[in-house]
């Protein structure tokens, strides 16, 4: 079976900070995303991509740059941490298709002090 | 573009009842829809895809219902138990406006013996 690895776990930036999330997958997925969860908000899109090289904006993208350097991994940079920040970002994968289920991460939580 | 909303926020129940989460989305051309389920500290773990196609989806210890007339789709968790306890989301892949999936804001169950 595969996996999707997320790295940090955790995060704790300073505000104005340039912070960098990574994410990997070994299911040989085309398709990769990052999502944001804020407490009762549910899931926001902020970037994805279907293929090596790729991005797509979601509703989320300002304060954002991605980067899909190769298939199995997919980057999310704060470009400027706000300060009391609190959120989850969540990194998934799937085949193309309107059918796939994107198979997620565990997440990293990100603090800004 | 597609919007997704889904209630009750919050549920808590007693172990042995049943649970009912409902979603309701704005385009009738949506075809697939899921359900995803999140336990503490965790990422998303897929429950069910639902097809436009068939009405009615058994899992283990839930049941999906998609109303297309009414464009709601609702998960049941029938017999709930402790374990059920979580985070659950629906997610809807729009037929317009990309690939990737919008999410309700998710329900928060509670399961007490």
């Known amino acids: 079976g595969g996996i999707i690895t997320q790295t940090p776990k955790f995060l704790i930036g300073q505000e104005g900070q340039k912070l960098t999330l990574k994410c990997q997958q070994n299911f040989n997925h085309d398709t990769m995303y990052w999502y944001r969860q804020d407490s009762g908000k549910g899931l926001r899109l902020i970037y994805y991509?279907?293929?090596?090289?790729?991005?797509q904006k979601g509703d989320l993208s300002e304060g954002y740059d991605a980067s899909r350097e190769k298939k199995s991994s997919f980057s999310l940079t704060v470009t400027s941490a706000q300060k009391n920040e609190m959120a989850v970002f969540l990194c998934a994968s799937s085949l193309q298709g309107n059918n796939q289920a994107p198979l997620f991460g565990e997440g990293t939580r990100l603090s800004v002090l | 573009g597609e919007q997704v909303e889904q209630r009750p926020p919050h549920l808590s129940v007693r172990e042995g009842d049943s649970a009912v989460i409902i979603c309701t989305y704005t385009?009738?051309?949506?075809?697939?829809f899921f359900w995803y389920k999140q336990e503490p500290g965790a990422g998303l773990q897929l429950l069910m895809k639902?097809?436009?196609?068939?009405e009615i989806n058994e899992g283990q210890g839930f049941t999906v219902l998609l109303n297309k007339k009414d464009k709601q789709l609702s998960l049941n968790l029938t017999a709930a138990h402790p374990g059920d306890s979580a985070v659950y989301f629906c997610a809807v892949n729009p037929y317009q406006g990309g690939r990737a999936l919008i999410f309700g804001t998710g329900t928060t169950v509670s399961v007490s013996p």
């Open positions: 639902v097809f436009s196609s068939t």
């Open positions: 385009d009738p051309n949506s075809y697939y």
């Open positions: 991509s279907i293929t090596e090289n790729d991005l």
